[in-house]
């Protein structure tokens, strides 16, 4: 039993640090396009949707948005979405911060950030808004880390789509550097041992 608990839960660690996780979550107001007044809390992995891709647009810094598709194919309970945010027309690096007046992404006028938000194949022609972006954590290849609350009026319109996105990978999840295949295998191997040892004390 002491095995098989110890087992399980090294089994849990790793993966956690192997983790990739989308979180969008969101409430529509009455007469939103987008969301047609829904409130949905979804969790998307490439475990549990099709589509998982993650673009980093202008990830050759400085970084000036990001966007982020998934979905599942033939799974209603996770419809494909999109989320695009950017500072590209801005002419600043994407960093923390608030972004007010914002345009549809990728066609925001000079001087507007840009946010573009899709739910369930259903998007903005031209959208108004704005985006608080609250952690941003990337390398040179990957980001790492991204939280950021939106509001969303498509064509203009007052109905709202208010939400947050979340993503987070690996890198993030482990708050240490992943260890080695043969450290972990060591160090499961010194738990079994030393829990067979105590089975064999407490039967003699």
Known sequence: ???AALCLCFSLCVTAASAQIAHLSFTS????????????????????STYFPMENVGIIRPLTGVGFTFGTVGDRAL???SV????????????????????????????????DV?????????????FVV??????????NHFLVDFEQHSEGSVPALRGTFEFSSSTWVSAVPE?????LSGFLFILILVAFRRIRHTKT
Do not use: C, E, V, W
């Open 29 to 48: 107001d009455p007469g939103d396009f987008i969301g047609l007044g829904q409130t949905r809390d979804m969790y998307y992995t490439p475990l549990n």
């Open 1 to 3: 039993m002491k095995i």
């Open 118 to 130: 899709t739910f369930d194949n259903r998007g903005s022609n031209t959208l108004t808004g704005f």
């Open 179 to 183: 260890p080695s295949t043969y450290a």
């Open 79 to 81: 419809p494909f979405a």
């Open 84 to 115: 695009s945010f950017s500072t590209r027309a801005l002419n600043i690096p994407f960093q923390i911060g608030t972004y007010l007046d914002a345009q549809r992404a990728p066609f925001a006028a000079p001087g507007h950030p840009g946010l």
């Open 134 to 143: 609250r952690d941003l954590q990337y390398d040179s290849l990957n980001i």
